[in-house]
């Protein structure tokens, strides 16, 4: 869908929700709306995008107690706020949003996760990304290095930027806005995802994108929605394989799960979101085992978080419960620059060829 | 050990042993009397002297007026002065009263006092001649004839009497009354829990006054009633209540036969029953009591004990405070949005009689968090220490408060006030401190039944609150909140404004008032859905005086810069009727003439 597009289904949608409200006001009825319940209870998953998404429970929100109609009242504000903003064809961050709602007396928000949330619930009802409504969120992109080609939209007219030639030595960041990006061309063969800068920065240094075309995406810890949507994207366009290295511990093994299947809150994006090829590399618990990795003893909250995800549907696999139960019979974690403690290239001349023709990538 | 060593050590021991005297004991060990700390012995001190000083006004049968005052003498030395308007002590007695532990004039007596053993006070001379070495003084008149009496006193040690360092007639302006002043070593740490002291003993002593001087400040705790309260009146003691020390003293102390002795000496013990008891006892009812062999005399103690004897009389040697007067000594001094008090009927355990007082406030200002604020009382004294181990707290804790929606863990939790109050002729103290009270079966059934009372009463008052709660919420939503969803959404969507009115009408079906302020105009406006048609008036009370108002107000009054505005009128079904006045709006907006339920009042601005 175009940019153009997109602003435009969102302006019909945020502004059908404000008639129907006018509708009923008009006929003498008390406005209210139907939710999707958005609780961990209502997430199914969905066989034909292999993505994690909303069920169909539904909750009624009706403008009858002081709660419900101070809800419905933001929610008017913050439509009339998007018209607006569309409009006038500007943008702003969430948290600028929840500053400018400062300025709306009774429908101002108590906190930023109030506004969040809210536009949370106006994207699903729209089926539109808040990029969309012009909102973007203030984290700052991840950056990429590796030999492709985009066409960026830019306040200075379209820029064409080679992710090797034309950026510095720590890569090309993300825009909040992924949609704003024309793929070109690349002479790639896979994408890995590193979750911490250090093992990014290392893999560069050593070359390792130049010697196997492989293009470096840094997560930069749990991903940003605009770094999930770029790894969808090279996978939807370019059908590239791609590989999440972490850390590894429980924590880690969710950033790979938030790549591949998607996160509870942003269930009504999955499919935009997610990216359901991403395989995982690294660093696999038998990894501290054959590499006899440095490593730290398993805490309290690492053996409940492991625990969790044994009866997690998405890790509901034989490769992750033989990988999980060795982990805790090991109570062992190593992150991934403990690769360093057998030499700085180890990572790069060893480590990854070896995983990554066991993998059947190279 | 041969048999001779046996005796040498006894009587090296023998010369050893000596006799301690009270004072001497008390030097040892001031826990037991509640002196175990300096901070603490400013309140024990306290609370004896005005524990003293109310029992004589009540004897006396005059309004208490307590001066109580406290300041700093040096770099730790407090003066601590309590005066009152008592019936002031005879010149003869002040020096036994004050300087000589063990002497009291209520001990024998069987009726609800505040002080008992005649330990309190004397106890405070004592710790302050150990700490500061200074006598204390005491000032004291019995009436408009007599001269008032300056004492200076200290205790000997070793003897437990009276050491009179000077005395001397002096002119005083208080016609009778009693004047205290201690000096000792302390701190002013439990400040806090002094002032908490006063308070509660203002709630339980509605008819005294207390003015306080605390260093530089100056407080009082103003009476709210003006009645005397009645002077418990003693009784005898009752066989089921008598312990063998006591019994002997009674015994050696009578000429009586033993019949005469039984039916005279104790309550509700007739010759009826005097003969049962000395059936039992197997001795005749014609010798004279004084004669009787110390088994004799347990024979017949247990007999007593054996035969069936009525209650003992209750109502005259108590003196509860009524519920009125606890209703209206909490409202004093803790502004709370619900009090309930409930006094039990008399009982007895032991042989003593007793009574349950207990009332629970909810809301108002009292702290919404954490547990909730207890006040425990013993024949009208408030009990500051131990709450973990006295029997109220305990019977707190057994109660089942979650059923009375009142959040609970151990203790109930929330903007909850308990008060118990048990009165008795012996309230059973776990010690000589008098600050806890005993677990007793017959004491703590009373207390749980009081509670639970209170907290039915509570639970209703809650959940009309709640109700009010749920409605006023409803109506703020459709009144306030959904004329600004029309406001927004019919500016979004680029067409007129709607009405939302019918919604209101449809909602409530009641007279809704509502009042909103812009641009400096004030707007009160009326919209009848209930149906009724009569007359109604509106009061409008706030600092506009509504003098621009159309239409006129067919009242206006002012109070303090609050004005009062009244207008009168007739709504017809369906319609509206409007003010408006230049002013800052606020205050207070109430509808009179109509039903409580079939009207609404929003503020808008709120």
């Known amino acids: ?362 | 050990m041969p048999g001779w060593l046996h005796l040498v050590l006894a009587d090296e021991l023998a010369k050893q042993q000596r006799s301690i005297s009270v004072a001497e004991f008390f030097e040892k060990n001031k826990h037991l009397l509640g002196f175990d700390s300096p901070t603490r012995g400013v309140i024990t001190t306290i609370k004896e002297a005005v524990d003293n000083s109310l029992d004589a006004c009540e004897e006396a049968q005059v309004l208490p007026d307590i001066f109580i005052s406290i300041k700093k003498t040096g770099s730790d030395l407090f003066r601590i002065i309590v005066e009152d308007n008592g019936p002031g002590i005879v010149p003869k007695q002040i020096p036994f009263v004050f300087g000589k532990l063990l002497y009291g004039s209520r001990f024998h007596q069987i009726r609800q006092t505040r002080g008992q053993q005649g330990i309190g006070i004397s106890a405070a001379v004592l710790y302050a001649q150990l700490t500061s070495g200074l006598p204390t003084i005491v000032i004291s008149r019995t009436g408009a004839k007599e001269q008032a009496h300056r004492f200076e006193i200290q205790i000997k040690i070793e003897t437990n009497e009276p050491d009179v360092l000077k005395n001397e007639a002096i002119e005083w302006d208080r016609i009778h009354g009693t004047r205290v002043q201690i000096e000792f070593k302390s701190t002013m740490a439990a400040k806090k829990k002094l002032i908490e002291y006063l308070k509660y003993t203002s709630v339980v002593n509605p008819h005294a006054r207390f003015r306080v001087e605390l260093d530089d400040e100056t407080f009082t705790f103003e009476r709210v009633s003006q009645e005397v309260i009645r002077c418990p009146v003693a009784i005898q003691p009752h066989p089921h209540g008598i312990e063998l020390g006591q019994f002997k003293r009674m015994a050696a102390a009578s000429d009586a036969k033993l019949i005469d002795f039984l039916v005279e000496g104790f309550s509700r013990v007739g010759k009826k029953t005097a003969q049962e008891m000395c059936d039992r006892a197997r001795l005749k009812g014609t010798l004279k009591v004084s004669g009787l062999s110390a088994d004799q005399q347990k024979a017949l103690l247990a007999a007593m004990q054996e035969v069936a004897v009525p209650a003992p009389p209750t109502t005259q040697c108590l003196s509860p405070i009524g519920e009125e007067l606890i209703r209206r000594g909490l409202d004093k001094e803790f502004q709370m949005d619900f009090v309930a008090a409930r006094t039990r009927p008399s009982s007895v355990f032991s042989g003593h009689p007793f009574m349950v007082e207990a009332a629970i406030g909810y809301g108002g200002k009292l702290p919404a968090e954490g547990n909730a604020v207890i006040l425990r009382f013993a024949n009208r004294v408030p009990l500051m220490y131990q709450q973990g181990a006295c029997t109220i707290t305990e019977c707190i804790m057994n109660v089942n408060w979650r059923s009375y929606n009142i959040s609970q863990q151990g203790l109930p939790a929330g903007p909850v006030l308990i008060l118990v109050h048990v009165a008795s002729t012996n309230v059973p103290f776990t010690s000589e401190s008098k600050d806890a009270i005993a677990s007793i079966p017959e004491i703590e059934k009373e207390i749980v039944l009081a509670l639970q009372d209170l907290g039915r009463e509570l639970k209703t008052f809650l959940s009309r609150r709640d109700r009010n709660k749920l409605a006023e919420d409803r109506a703020r939503a459709v009144c306030a909140i959904i004329p600004e969803i029309s406001a927004k959404v019919s500016e979004i969507v680029e067409k007129p404004p709607v009405d939302t009115s019918p919604i209101e009408g449809k909602l409530m079906r009641k007279l809704i008032a509502k009042k909103w302020t812009r641009d400096g105009k004030v707007t009160i406006e009326l919209a009848n859905y209930s149906g009724f048609e009569g007359e109604i008036s509106a009061y409008d009370i706030s600092a506009d005086n509504a003098a621009d108002a159309v239409p006129k107000a067919d009242f206006v009054s002012e109070v303090d810069g609050q004005f009062t505005k009244v207008w009168k009128m007739t709504i017809p079904s369906k319609s509206n009727w409007q003010v408006t006045y230049s002013g800052k709006g606020g205050g207070i907006l109430d509808i009179r003439g109509i039903d409580d339920s079939k009207k609404m009042v929003v503020d808008l601005d709120v």
């Open chain 1, 1 to 362: 869908m175009s940019k153009e597009e997109l602003e435009k289904k969102a302006m019909v949608s945020l502004l059908a929700i404000a008639s129907a409200w006018y509708d009923q006001m008009k006929a003498g009825e008390i406005p209210s709306i139907s939710l999707p319940s958005r609780t961990k209870y209502n997430i199914e998953y969905d066989d034909a995008s292999e993505v994690w998404k909303y069920g169909d429970k539904e909750s009624m929100r009706t403008a009858a107690s002081a709660k419900s109609a101070t809800h419905l009242l933001k929610m008017a504000y913050v439509i009339g706020f998007i018209k607006q903003q569309l409009r006038e064809n500007r943008s702003s961050t969430l948290r600028e949003m929840y500053y400018i709602s400062e300025g709306w007396k009774r429908a101002k928000f108590g906190a930023q996760d109030e506004s969040n949330f809210l536009i949370e619930d106006l994207e699903i009802l729209s089926d539109v990304p808040r990029e969309g409504f012009h909102l973007h969120p203030e984290e700052n992109g991840a950056s990429i290095y590796g030999p492709m080609r985009i066409r960026e939209e830019t306040r200075r007219g379209m820029k064409t930027i080679h992710c090797q030639d034309d950026v510095g030595q720590a890569g090309y960041t993300i825009p909040n806005n992924v949609e704003n990006i024309e793929f070109v061309d690349h002479d790639a063969k896979f994408v890995i995802a590193i979750e911490t800068g250090g093992m990014y920065d290392r893999l560069i240094e050593n070359g390792f994108d130049e010697e196997h075309n492989a293009i470096l995406v840094h997560l930069k810890g749990q991903p940003a929605r605009s770094t999930r949507r770029m790894l969808n994207r090279m996978s939807m366009t370019w059908d590239l394989p791609i590989l999440v290295f972490t850390d590894g511990d429980p924590w880690s093994y969710r950033i790979y799960g938030s790549v591949a299947y998607g996160a509870i809150k942003s269930a009504h994006m999955s499919e935009l979101l997610a990216t359901p090829k991403a395989q995982f590399l690294g660093l696999r618990p038998s990894d501290i085992r054959d590499y006899n990795l440095p490593s730290d003893k398993l805490t309290e909250k690492d053996v409940e978080a492991l625990k969790a995800e044994l009866t997690d549907p998405r890790f509901a696999t034989d490769y992750w419960k033989k990988e999980i139960n060795l982990q805790l019979e090991m109570n062992l974690k190593s992150e991934q620059q403990a690769f360093a403690a057998r030499g700085l290239d180890f990572v790069t001349k060893k480590y990854l060829p070896a995983r990554l023709a066991d993998m059947g990538i190279i």
